[in-house]
């Protein structure tokens, strides 16, 4: 793994941080702003893994570009589930 750089929502993005991550970047964000969500003091990180790159929100969004370049946006998991009913 190869570490990148963070920066902050609503932020400029990473020049190479390819467009469909960016994009999915855009959306995660759309839908914080639209939910009433502060995420004001929250970050992005980005990593590389195997040249592909996985980007991270403080909350646990994790953004992913397989090998076919596939995007995958992953929720963050609420801890406070409780998952045995």
Wanted: proline fraction near 6%; hydrophobic fraction near 40%; glycine fraction near 8%.
């Amino acid at each position: 793994m190869q570490l990148g750089t963070r920066w902050p929502v609503g932020g400029a993005k990473p020049d190479r941080l390819p467009a469909e991550v960016q994009a999915a970047v855009d959306d995660v964000e759309r839908e914080l702003r639209d939910e009433g969500v502060d995420a004001s003091t929250w970050r992005w990180t980005l990593t590389w893994l195997e040249r592909k790159p996985v980007v991270e929100l403080d909350d646990g969004t994790v953004i992913r570009q397989d090998a076919s370049g596939a995007v995958v946006v992953s929720a963050p998991v609420d801890d406070d589930v409780d998952l045995d009913g």
